[in-house]
């Protein structure tokens, strides 16, 4: 138990689908990511939200839209995603001045159909 | 962008001490030097910080040369249960362009 949770842990979703996931942290934290990490590929880091404002980051699709309603939830919005999104989506959380030691959920398996 | 070098994959066998080598050629001078390590289906986890010289804590150590180019993470007389997925992370998260996992080292403990 790292204090991050995710759910659902895994999620199976057509290409037409609108589904959500959700991270919610109990450490106190400031700052809340959101990581893809795909088969034979490094972590990427998609999603940066620090005291509870977006920091930029424009190379992820629009498909894929964050929200974060407060310092200790993080969600994913999906839609019409494809099927190389397939990956598992992790959740990390951090203090906003220590952001370089993150602290992990177990992470959603997502499968695209 | 402050990418990271590691191995791919490294062998080695219950009680011995492992070094894991990371090249960041790149390093910027503000950037610390973090390694996490991941089991399958898990998400990372934090082991070990540094900026320059050695740290060390209760899991392992991180040896740091003068120059910052390459960082060492040791790990003392492994077990079975060390057998994971080892991440060297440069740079800052909040600058995507600069902030790289890499692809991480496999290390295989045997018996």
């Known amino acids: 138990e790292t204090g991050v949770t995710q759910t659902p842990r895994h999620l199976v979703m057509g290409m037409t689908n609108k589904k959500s996931l959700k991270c919610e942290q109990h450490?106190?934290?400031?700052?809340m990511y959101w990581y893809k990490q795909s088969a034979k590929k490094p972590l990427e880091l998609m999603f940066v939200y620090s005291l509870e404002e977006r920091v930029e980051n424009n190379s992820v699709p629009s498909r894929f839209s964050p929200e974060c309603p407060n310092s200790s939830h993080l969600f994913l919005h999906l839609h019409t995603l494809q099927p190389e999104d397939s990956a598992l989506y992790l959740c990390?959380?951090?203090?906003?001045?220590?952001?370089?030691?993150?602290?992990f959920g177990p992470g959603t398996r997502l499968l695209v159909l | 962008l402050a990418k990271t070098t590691q191995p791919i994959s490294m062998d080695s066998y219950e009680g011995q001490e492992v070094n894991i080598t990371c090249s960041h050629n790149n390093i910027a001078t503000n950037d610390y030097i973090t390694w996490y390590q991941q089991f399958p289906s898990q998400g990372p986890r934090f082991i070990i910080q540094?900026?320059?010289t050695k740290v060390t804590n209760e899991v392992a150590s991180l040896f740091i040369p003068a120059d910052r180019k390459s960082s060492t993470l040791s790990l003392p007389r492994v077990s079975l249960s060390d057998t994971a997925v080892y991440y060297c992370l440069v740079g800052d998260p909040y600058n995507f362009n600069k902030f790289y996992f890499g692809s991480g080292t496999k290390l295989n403990v045997k018996p």
């Open positions: 540094g900026y320059k």
């Open positions: 450490l106190g934290h400031n700052a």
């Open positions: 990390a959380s951090s203090q906003a001045h220590e952001r370089e030691t993150q602290y």
